[in-house]
């Protein structure tokens, strides 16, 4: 299986966490996130990531952490970094059930 993720994709907008870390998305927002559970995902998550410790997304999304997550989620395989909920979401054949204007 191959991922499709949307968080890729230009236009695509951020999630943010209600305790406040920058997202791929909404449905990264999970107990198990934050509980190291989802791989590279988990790894977001992190003190220094916090929106008290950074100045803008930019540098956020220039942390090892961030490119680490891409490298995984663009992989051609999935490993177990790959987060489960990303796998839910944007595996090829496992789209939810969210439906979109253009599709």
């Known amino acids: 299986m ?3 993720p949307d968080c890729t994709k230009l236009d695509k907008k951020f999630g943010w966490s209600a305790q406040g870390y920058l997202l791929p998305c909404c449905w990264c ?3 198990s996130t934050f509980d190291g559970k989802q791989g590279a ?3 977001l ?3 220094h ?3 008290d410790k950074v100045n803008s997304i930019d540098e956020v999304l220039d942390t090892p952490e961030w ?3 891409h490298k995984v989620i663009t992989n051609d395989k999935i490993t177990n970094e790959t987060p489960e909920v ?3 979401h944007c595996g090829q054949g496992m789209r939810s ?3 979109k204007e253009n599709d």
């Open 2 to 4: 191959k991922l499709r």
């Open 29 to 31: 927002d999970l107990k």
């Open 41 to 43: 995902l988990s790894e």
């Open 45 to 47: 998550v992190k003190e």
């Open 49 to 51: 990531l916090h929106v």
């Open 67 to 69: 490119k680490n997550f």
């Open 86 to 88: 990303c796998i839910r």
């Open 97 to 99: 059930i969210r439906v």
